[in-house]
């Protein structure tokens, strides 16, 4: 049964009006005691949202102790007491009729829907473990934790992969982790690009859909209040993006961008600021490899280790870092018999190409416009100012850039690191009103490795990492896939044999479903952790183990909003429905029956840094209730996780300058040197080349961001639309899409195309179309049917589709349309030199 709000409200209401109708024909004198109501007790209790991105603060309203609404808990820095509609909607997931309410075990072949039979958990668990413990026995590596959504990073991801020792695939390469790349190698912290909004005069919304989903690191609540905010203070916002979406009420100006071509408008506005001098040459010598001295090969010239500056004072090449020395930016040198110029001299003659005419043809947007925009981003950061924040001067550089998951296309890292540099040149980086990468300004381990990497020589793991294919790497599923099912070419010499598979939907959620599902069928045995019973699971598991929703234990989390200092505790409002477990409490016991439970202890001591009296004894068995009291009393709080369950989140201090800003931080930025220069990523070039990776591969590992023709441009005129895919408020990836109250709010899948592009090829509003993608590499085509929606909101060149459908295993979410998934694809061409996902193609649309 598909069940609606409306049949939902006429079944509630028909229930009740039945009883108010026997009652009523009986009389009151045949009412018994039981049918007396009795007291009824209405409470509130602190958890968070489990669908969301952002775990925003929820009070669960409870009768008799069963959760019957959900709103916004004001206590909570990122929600304030407000909900969007998945918040809401959620009550619907946890009482969804078609949730695993049971262990399940399979009875058919794999790769077609399964049928089950029901098990209790210690069959179910030890099916799973026998399997798990000999292939670790075998090799730990060919044993593989797949996550899709994690909440408990230092449980989930960490302890327990480390117990196991096992391989650790993400979803961060389908996400935005082009953009985390781009930044952690440059610059260092974890995070991709976000204004500082309470200060930003000046704000690109780069692919960002403000209004209508997240953005870096948080979600769709936080970031359209604080660009309210930010409006009011008089913010100007730029949208930058092929579709308006919803951001057109906010937005100043719409730059309607060709699909891919960020790279491209990111060098034009480099180009309009070298041009105009609007430069801040003290925050480039002061903290950037701009000043260090590179040869005509392309690197740094050195004497030893060390890299040469070429200082003013002096006229003479000394050590960088040598203090009293005012390192020179531009000219050329001689320098130990090799003429030499600063790294910043480099990229001034590199972008002197890229003007903003040439990129005007390959982005469609206008000459006027980027040399406008360039003009008032160089105004607008006030080079030289300051301003005063909670008692402390720093640089004030009031131009911020949101830039999230759009950085997922091909040239995707270094889109992104072209972004940096344009942010570098004003010294809007880490400044009060500039452009963040986290809520925290902190280097990550990944800035040090991404400049260290050994590439390797083969055979290589299917996630090809330290690969001459890809030495910077996010861990895409879909490359992994590609590699199993093509060994000889990627040098692969084993897959993957046992799969954990973590609330994980590979086969619907991820680009080139075909790749993923071929690769899966070749796993020995899944077992499947979650709520409902996923297209994954439904195809490929042998053991499903259900998964609690928000019915659970889970964290700890920040619930900082950027300024304050919170973190959070998801708690069970109610005890798990049904037969279900939380994901810690499932984890405790399976490590038990494979023999590494003492390990995972040790290891959930270490991540959650529990010592002394509040560190695990690996000799007790725990709930995950104490696993969180444990880490509460570590944190100092008396009651320990008893204070979440009263309050649901710990709102500390509001964060101070030094930890927000890289200027503020001590040392300045962390102590590290941003790479405004690349140097390592020539030398992966060179070592790629040497190692036989064809062009493809090592072709964007260059020191500057490079411009290059697009794969996708390729394929014959024929194809002669870009498609992009979108998120919908109503829905978080594909884990909303079955529940009724938010499939009612979206609709279904549909194509939006520009209604001049339809008038041309004969289509109307509401006309089913056909849709085939083509891949200009292999020249494989790929198709599907779907609605079309005629609207201005995208360039004629064009056509979207929202990404939340395309399943087929809960009957509420049969009927909703395909996944634009279907249409990607990986491999050269379509991923980036990171292994990073590309969401672009070329397709054609014709009636159906």
Known sequence: MRVTRRTFLKGTGATGAALAARRLLRGPETLRAAEIPQAYVEDFVPTACWIGKQDCGILARRINGRVVSLYGNPSNPRNLGTLC????????????????????????????????????????????????????????????????????????????????????????????????????????????????????????????????????????????????????????????????????????????????????????????????????????????????????????????????????????????????????????????????????????????????????????????????????????????????????????????????????????????????????????????????????????????????????????????????????????????????????????????????????????????TQAIRAAYRRLRFVVAIGPWLSETADLFADVVLPAATLEKYEGPGSASDGYLDAVMVRTPPMPPLYQSRGETDIYLQLTERIGVYEAFIEHLNEQLGLTGPHALDPSRRYTEREVFDHWAKQQGLEEGIAYFEENGVWVKDPLPPSVRYGYATDPPFGGVIHRFYGESLLRYQEQMREKGAPETFWRDYTPLPTWRPLTMDSSPPQYDLYLISYKLIEHKQDRTSFIPLLSELSGGQRLDINPATAAAKGISHGQMVWVESHNAVTGETRRVKVLANLTHAVRPDVVAMPHHFGLFSNPNSKDLGPSANALLFTGPGYVGMTADASFHVKVRVEPA
Request: proline share 6%; aromatic share 8%.
């Open 85 to 512: 509609p998945k918040g809401v909607a959620q009550i619907a997931a946890l009482y969804d009729p078609h949730r695993v309410k049971t262990p399940l075990v399979r009875t058919n072949e794999k790769g077609v829907p399964g049928t089950w039979r029901q098990a209790t958990w210690d069959e179910a668990l030890e099916l799973a473990a026998e399997q798990i413990r000999t292939t670790l026995e075998k090799d730990p590596s060919l044993v593989v934790w797949q996550k899709g959504r994690s909440k408990s990073k230092y449980v989930y991801d960490e302890a327990l992969t480390e117990a196991l020792g096992c391989t650790k695939i993400g979803h961060g390469a389908f996400c935005s982790d082009a953009g985390y790349r781009a930044l952690e190698y440059t610059m260092g912290p974890k995070g991709v690009l976000n204004p500082d909004l309470r200060h930003s005069k000046l704000i690109l919304a780069w692919g960002w859909n403000a209004v209508a989903a997240g953005g870096n690191q948080l979600c769709w609540i936080t970031w359209p209040r604080q660009l309210i905010e930010a409006k009011e203070n008089g913010a100007k916002l730029i949208t930058i993006d092929p579709r308006i979406r919803g951001t057109a009420h906010f937005s100043d100006r719409w730059l309607p961008i060709r699909p891919g071509t960020d790279l491209a408008l990111a060098l034009a506005l480099c180009h309009v600021l070298v041009k105009n001098d609007t430069i801040d040459r003290e925050y480039l010598r002061t903290y950037t490899n701009a000043p260090y001295l590179v040869g005509p090969d392309g690197y740094f010239v050195r004497r030893g280790d060390d890299p040469l500056v070429w200082d003013e004072r002096a006229g003479k090449a000394v050590p960088a870092g040598t203090p009293g020395v005012v390192p020179a930016l531009e000219g050329s040198f001689e320098v130990d018999g090799v003429t030499a110029k600063p790294a910043f001299q480099v990229f001034v003659e590199h972008v002197e190409r890229y003007t903003p005419a040439w990129a005007a043809e390959i982005t469609g947007i206008s000459e006027g416009e980027i040399q406008l925009l360039g003009t008032e981003i160089g105004e607008a950061a006030s080079i030289g100012s300051t301003i005063v924040v909670d008692g402390v001067e720093l640089p004030y550089r009031p131009v911020g850039v949101m830039a999230y998951h759009a950085m997922q296309q091909e040239l995707g890292f270094q889109a992104t690191r072209a972004m940096i540099l344009m942010l570098m040149l004003i010294g809007a980086m880490g400044a009060v009103g500039g452009t963040l990468g986290t809520t925290k300004w902190e280097i990550d381990d990944n800035y040090f490795a991404l400049d260290a990497i050994e590439i390797g020589d083969g055979p290589y793991d299917p996630l090809l990492k330290s690969s001459r294919f890809f030495p910077i790497n996010s861990g895409n599923p879909a490359i992994a896939a590609t590699a199993i099912l093509d060994p000889e070419t990627y040098d692969v010499a084993k897959g993957y044999e046992v799969m954990i598979l973590h609330m994980s939907n590979a086969a619907v959620s991820y680009p080139d």
